[in-house]
């Protein structure tokens, strides 16, 4: 299933919540999902934040993710 499936089966369920309740089979299908895409958001972020390269007043260019994150080397 790929994200754009996952984000539309969480809204489903999030509606269908709200009109009449969901299954214990899809309450835990629904935190399953969500824990996925918070995992996928957590990723990504970190993924853009490692890549930041900032240029310092030195001319000097240092990437953040190197410095606070992580990140591989360029």
């Known amino acids: ?3 754009e499936e996952r984000i539309k ?3 489903e369920l999030y509606h ?3 009109a009449e309740g969901l299954t214990p089979e899809e309450k835990e299908e629904n ?3 969500r824990a996925e895409y918070i995992q996928n958001i957590r990723s990504n ?4 934040l490692n890549n930041i ?5 030195d001319g000097t260019v240092e990437n953040l993710g190197d410095k606070y ?3 591989k080397k360029h």
């Open 53 to 57: 390269d900032v240029v310092n007043e």
């Open 45 to 48: 972020l970190r993924a853009q």
């Open 31 to 33: 935190e399953r999902l």
């Open 9 to 11: 089966r969480i809204n």
């Open 1 to 3: 299933m790929n994200m």
């Open 69 to 71: 994150g992580g990140g």
């Open 16 to 18: 269908k919540s709200k």
